[in-house]
C-alpha cells in the first residue's frame, strides 16, 4: 500500500490529537480532556460503569476520576499504531504513567488503548476509546509489563 501526503498528514494529526490529550490528562485540566472528544462518543473504560455514551456521561466520568489519579509528569507511550481509512482512523497503543515512585502500584501498571477517530473538516477526533488493563491469571493477576 502506497502512503500519499494526505494520509501522512492525517497520521501526524492524530498523533498529536494523542499527544495533546496525553497532556491535558497529565495536568488533570478537564476542559482540554473533553475538547478531543466527539459529542456523540463510547467509552469503554476499566472501571464501572464500564460503557459511557456521550460526551456528558464521558465529562462526569473524568470529573469524578481526576481528584483520585496521582500526580504525574507524563506517560510513556509503546507501540503506537495509526490505521487511517478518508475521514476514520484506529489508532492503539500501550501505555503507563511516569514520574510517580517506583514502587507506586500506578508507575507498575499497564494501560491499552484503543482510540476511534473521526476527522470533521480539519480537526479530529475521538469517536471511540476502550481503556484496559492486561490480565495475567497465571501470575495472579498481576500485569506488569505490556
Known amino acids: 500500500m502506497t502512503v500519499t501526503s494526505t494520509q501522512t498528514r492525517a497520521e501526524a494529526q492524530i498523533q498529536q490529537l494523542i499527544d495533546d490529550h496525553t497532556r491535558a490528562i497529565c495536568a488533570k485540566n478537564l476542559d482540554q480532556i473533553m475538547a ?21 456521561d464521558c465529562r462526569r466520568m473524568w470529573e469524578t476520576s481526576l481528584p483520585h489519579m496521582p500526580t504525574i509528569s507524563g506517560m510513556e507511550q509503546q507501540a503506537v499504531n495509526i490505521t487511517v481509512s478518508g475521514d476514520l482512523a484506529l489508532v492503539h497503543w500501550v501505555s503507563r504513567f511516569v514520574g510517580l515512585a517506583p514502587e507506586h502500584p500506578a508507575a507498575q501498571m499497564w494501560l491499552r488503548i484503543t482510540a476511534g477517530c473521526q476527522r470533521y473538516g480539519d480537526t479530529w477526533q475521538i ?20
Open 36 to 56: 478531543h472528544y466527539a459529542p456523540d462518543v463510547v467509552v469503554f473504560d476499566m472501571k464501572p460503569p464500564l460503557a459511557l455514551r456521550g460526551v456528558e
Open 127 to 146: 469517536v471511540h476509546e476502550h481503556v484496559s488493563v492486561p490480565f495475567e491469571p497465571g501470575n495472579g493477576g498481576d500485569c506488569s509489563h505490556a
